[in-house]
């Protein structure tokens, strides 16, 4: 099979057409540096991406906190663990970095904070 993604790994945002058969690259071409062809095999073989949400925060001075997580997971499984990440509720005050579900669903990722939010008084 043949496809046309576009690279994310470097600011070139290569457009690059693949060849692949199930799960084996096959050819790579239109990437100009050797990440794209990494970056190809990787999304035949075990795409990953990253997810940004927010969780509810109780007692603080805003409603939600933004979050993301601390490493890629697989891209099948965003649907479970933003579930997982709507069941979170957290405590004010919160601070960047904070991990708010270490581990989540066992795929070696954390739920990290990326905003402060400071308790209501």
């Given at each position: 099979?043949?496809?046309?993604?576009?690279c994310?790994?470097?600011?070139?945002?290569?457009?690059?057409?693949?060849?692949y058969?199930?799960?084996e690259l096959?050819?790579?071409?239109?990437n100009?540096?050797?990440?794209g062809?990494s970056y190809a095999?990787?999304?035949?073989?075990?795409?990953m991406r990253n997810?940004?949400?927010?969780?509810?925060?109780?007692g603080g001075?805003?409603p939600?906190c933004s979050?993301?997580?601390?490493?890629?997971?697989?891209?099948?499984?965003i649907?479970?663990v933003?579930e997982?990440?709507r069941?979170i509720t957290?405590?004010a005050?919160?601070?960047?970095?904070?991990?708010l579900?270490?581990?989540?669903?066992?795929?070696g990722?954390?739920v990290?904070a990326?905003r402060?939010?400071?308790?209501l008084h």
């Open positions: 099979m043949n496809r046309t993604m576009t994310i790994l470097c600011p070139n945002g290569c457009e690059m057409t693949i060849e058969k199930e799960k096959l050819s790579v071409c239109g100009r540096c050797p990440k062809a095999e990787q999304e035949i073989k075990n795409p997810i940004a949400s927010s969780v509810l925060v109780k001075d805003l939600l979050v993301r997580l601390s490493a890629p997971i697989p891209r099948e499984k649907p479970e933003m997982e990440i069941r957290v405590s005050p919160v601070s960047i970095g904070d991990v579900a270490p581990n989540v669903l066992g795929l990722s954390d990290i990326t402060n939010i400071e308790k």
